[in-house]
């Protein structure tokens, strides 16, 4: 049962984010600079455009419950995140070493967010990197203290996650689109 649960939920999620016939299916991705290279220096990189970065933000925590893909080797993999926080300009995810979204990412750090309601999607793709630093670990504990009874930020299994190169697109059932960089 639990299986087949987690196979409705991923379908659900795959099909609420897929595009529909009267979306473009044009994607529009950041341009690779060294501005959007991986950051070197954690403390001083921040979004290269907070405005945007902030409408993603609030359209997702509005829908509650996100969906984050990764690759395990050539299959996709959908699982449901609920934890989303913005700290020093970047926009954060919180999961643990010993899980495999985290062996994922650091196989492949590029991945995709999708959350869905009310007529409308959003789905994100970015390159995902982790800070490894107790002050972001801290910052997203603190935003969503009810994870404290799972990670600790001075211990090794707490991975925390921000979003580069990042495009957004928000669509709706009109065949409305949005697209945001950030």
């Not at 529009?28 to 409408?55: D, G, L, R």
């Not at 495999?100 to 409308?120: H, T």
Request: contains cysteine; hydrophobic residues 40%; aromatic residues 10%.
């Amino acid at each position: 049962m639990k299986h087949l649960l987690v196979t409705a939920i991923a379908l659900f999620a795959f099909m609420a984010c897929s595009p529909n016939s009267t979306e473009s299916t044009t994607e529009q991705t950041a341009p690779a600079t060294e501005q959007n290279a991986t950051p070197k220096n954690h403390a001083e990189y921040t979004s290269p455009n907070a405005a945007a970065q902030q409408e993603v933000f609030d359209f997702i925590q509005k829908k509650g419950v996100f969906y984050i893909a990764t690759m395990d080797g050539d299959q996709p993999r959908v699982r449901p995140f609920g934890a989303l926080h913005i700290f020093e300009g970047k926009m954060y995810i919180i999961t643990g070493h010993v899980k495999r979204v985290a062996k994922q990412l650091a196989q492949n750090p590029k991945a995709e967010i999708c959350a869905q309601g009310d007529n409308e999607w959003i789905r994100v793709a970015a390159t995902m990197v982790e800070d490894e630093r107790v002050e972001a670990k801290k910052a997203v504990l603190d935003a969503h203290p009810n994870l404290r009874s799972m990670y600790n930020e001075n211990d090794d299994n707490i991975a925390v996650y921000y979003f580069t190169d990042a495009t957004a697109t928000i669509s709706s059932f009109s065949g409305d689109q949005k697209t945001l960089n950030f």
